[in-house]
């Protein structure tokens, strides 16, 4: 029986964020023909302002307890969908990728996983707000506008920064941070660990921004590089002089079309359509967000 094509994409958050970061790209997949989530992290289903005054839930976050969350959307989808993730949500998806889940992924500037060893000085002065102070590991770490600016929106004004911070910004969970540093010395053996040799993972693209500073493009290129063990299609896609904000800022749409365009190709490739083709998808209902 031929399997069916994806209709739903699935969009994944990264930290600092919320799912209101993804409202451009939403409108934007939906205009293509997809169903779109864009689910929050578990517990952080309620408004930025909710979890500006009382961060507790995003204290409480566990990366286990994240894929689990997002394992259990995807799974009750009735078809394998596309999932894009930005950031911490590109790890996401190589780790859901890497457990047989999704027809599909894109990883946009996304945090490397277990055993990527790289990590360039402007990656580290990014997150020294999380790292700098031990006592910091499992609290809450906000960023303030400056450092939002450097590390996400490099490529803006001030001006600009302050607006984006102001309507997407949250705190952290300074664990997840530490986790994704302190991982990388011991690869095999943490909470990020994917399989870099599975040959029966779907395709997998990388996106990376050349301005990028919180996620540089050497880091990308050197995770996507780990992945060549694996005969599994896998590939990296540079974009000069843009930043962590590639997402949002201006010229996002060539971003999005790439990725679209990119994986209705590899879809194709193994068979299937994306949801263009007129085939249809009635995924069953899902408690996810969008």
């Known amino acids: 029986m031929r399997a069916k094509a994806p209709k739903t994409i699935v969009l994944i958050h990264g930290l600092w964020m919320t799912p209101r970061s993804w409202e451009n790209w939403a409108a934007y997949c939906t205009s293509r023909g997809y169903r779109v989530l ?32 997002f394992e259990h959307i995807v799974r009750e989808l009735n078809n394998p969908p596309i999932l894009i993730g930005h950031s911490f949500g590109g790890l996401l ?5 890497d457990r047989g889940l999704g027809a599909a992924g894109v990883a946009i500037a996304s945090v490397p996983a277990d055993g990527v060893l790289l990590v360039p000085p402007a990656q580290i002065r990014s997150v020294l707000p999380a790292l700098s102070n031990p006592a910091n590991r499992h609290q809450v770490v906000p960023l ?6 450097y590390a996400f929106t490099n490529t803006l004004s001030a001006e600009k920064s302050a607006a984006v911070y102001g309507r997407y910004h949250i705190p952290a969970p300074a664990s997840l941070v530490w986790g994704s540093i302190l991982a990388n010395p011991t690869p095999g053996c943490g909470d990020s660990y994917v399989n870099f040799a599975n040959n029966d993972r779907a395709p997998l693209l990388f996106i990376a921004g050349g301005a990028d500073h919180i996620m540089p493009a050497s880091v990308n290129k050197s995770n996507a590089e780990h992945y060549r063990v694996s005969s599994a299609l896998t590939e990296y896609k540079e974009f000069p002089g843009r930043s962590h904000y590639t997402v949002g800022e201006k010229g996002w749409e ?27 998808d009635e995924p069953r209902p899902s408690t996810a967000r969008t």
């Open 93 to 97: 998806v190589q780790i859901l990728l």
């Open 254 to 280: 060539a971003v999005a079309d790439y990725a679209l365009t990119w994986a209705d190709q590899a879809l194709a490739a193994s068979g299937l359509r994306g949801a263009g083709d007129g085939t249809t």
């Open 144 to 149: 303030s506008a400056t450092q939002f600016h």
């Open 38 to 69: 864009a689910p929050a992290y578990p517990g952080l289903e309620v408004e930025i302002g909710v979890l500006r005054d009382d961060p507790s839930p995003i204290q409480a976050l566990t990366l286990p307890g994240i894929v689990a969350h």
